[in-house]
């Protein structure tokens, strides 16, 4: 097995170092295309994501399959998260996993820190529809929804509740807030709350009604293709569709 996988490699390999004039995109089981500067960002991301579950913890890219479509080449690709070899969140699975354990129950209450120091519950939330984003510092395709999600808060912010949670620290989440401009309420020191869910795979979003059930889980934006063939972060209506039904 472990031979026709480096097989495998090799001919992937090969295939992008003779693409010359072809543009490569990764694609991933959620169907998102990235580019190679951006699966780098991700696989940085998962490193991260590594070093916070288990000091064992590796990260493995895995290229599954090559499709050639006119000028481009898009190679179906899914990175894991490994301890001793095996395979600790199977991507796929993993967001499935989270989704049936979410959505349409009642979100689990907490009791979560705000940049303030105030403890904060999650019944403080309902009466009204609110939207949780899991997020870190160093994940860079939550920093590409933020332009999103801002403007989503200012659309919305009168009938629904923004809150960001994140298992970083309030030294640096207000160190991030400096540079990058994210308006949503931040909860933070979550990650006992993050392992519960069985949240290792960032940007997560879900979507809760007034009554406190949720209605929808989604990861991020998906990217768009730009007109000259780049891929870019996607735009806010993605999310606004969810958001109306719950008004």
Known sequence: MLKLLMIFALYITSMLCNAQENIVYYKFADGKAITQKQLDKRIEQYKNIANQIHQDAQVQTFYVDTL???????????????????????????????????????????????????????????????????????????????????????????QVHFVAITFNTKSEVNTFLETHEFNFEHLIDANDFCNELSINSYPLNAFIDSTGKVVAVENGIPYMMDENGKMKPGNETYFEEIINKML
Request: with cysteine; charged share 30%; glycine share 6%.
């Open 68 to 158: 050639v479509k006119q000028d481009s080449i898009i190679v179906a690709t899914s990175i894991e998260l490994m301890i001793n070899g095996e395979i600790l969140s199977p991507s796929k699975e993993q967001k499935n996993g989270v989704r049936d354990q979410l959505l349409g129950k009642a979100f689990p209450d907490f009791n979560l820190a705000n940049l303030q120091d105030k403890k904060m519950g999650f019944e403080k939330y309902k009466g009204e529809p609110v939207m949780i984003n899991f997020w870190f510092k160093n994940c860079a395709p939550c920093i590409d929804e933020m332009p999103a999600l801002n403007k989503l808060k200012e659309k919305y912010q009168d």
